[in-house]
């Protein structure tokens, strides 16, 4: 297999839609918890407008702030990170050959195994390298072409083949 080189720098947008969607797509923000939220607001007000203002009501409505404060704060936060890390300004140059991947960047080199992998989700947003729960490695979609999708399926696969790949850009699997 040919090696596919990507070459890029992160733009602010591709940082905080790539963050932000990771969010999503490994359920630390779900519809769940943003419907949720919005019924235990609404029950709020509901108990201060019949009950008044309860030992109950205030515990639920800190709660509730509490809770609107952390989500507010996952939405802000790669912003934050993005303006605050000189490193994601930096031009990112990736190599993706069958035997691993390596990284260089103005200040270091890396290179990695496919097996420091576990899971490979190719999303409308860009290619998410995950190591674990917390740890990835994103590529922007502008960055790849549908042929270096596959491409880097291929390799990933073929290097780690215990490694989980999954598509979760719009229509696919149809």
């Given at each position: 297999m ?5 070459d890029f ?7 905080v839609q790539?963050?932000?969607?990771f969010?999503?797509?490994n359920?630390t ?9 919005c ?8 108990f201060i407008g019949?009950?008044?203002f309860t030992a109950?009501n205030?515990i639920l409505?800190v709660l509730?702030?509490c809770?609107l404060?952390?989500?507010?704060a996952?939405h802000?936060?790669?912003?934050w990170?993005?303006?605050?890390n000189?490193?994601?300004h930096?031009?990112q140059h990736?190599e993706f050959?069958?035997e ?5 960047t103005?200040?270091?080199t890396?290179?990695?195994q496919?097996?420091?992998?576990q899971?490979i989700?190719?999303d ?8 674990n729960k917390k740890?990835?490695v994103?590529?922007?979609?502008r960055?790849?072409t549908?042929q270096?999708r596959?491409?880097l399926?291929?390799m ?6 215990a ?5 979760t850009?719009?229509?696919a699997?149809?």
């Amino acid at each position: 297999m040919e090696p596919i080189t990507v070459d890029f720098t992160y733009t602010r947008e591709d940082y905080v839609q790539a963050v932000r969607r990771f969010l999503r797509l490994n359920k630390t923000i779900s519809r769940f918890s943003q419907v949720f939220l919005c019924i235990a607001l609404l029950a709020d007000v509901v108990f201060i407008g019949l009950f008044g203002f309860t030992a109950e009501n205030m515990i639920l409505t800190v709660l509730i702030a509490c809770s609107l404060l952390m989500m507010a704060a996952l939405h802000f936060q790669p912003e934050w990170t993005y303006n605050r890390n000189p490193r994601l300004h930096a031009p990112q140059h990736y190599e993706f050959r069958p035997e691993g991947i390596t990284l260089k960047t103005a200040t270091a080199t890396s290179q990695v195994q496919w097996d420091l992998f576990q899971r490979i989700w190719d999303d409308a947003v860009g290619v998410y390298l995950l190591q674990n729960k917390k740890s990835y490695v994103v590529i922007p979609a502008r960055c790849l072409t549908e042929q270096q999708r596959a491409g880097l399926k291929a390799m990933a696969l073929a290097g780690n083949p215990a490694l989980q790949y999954k598509d979760t850009r719009p229509g696919a699997g149809k």
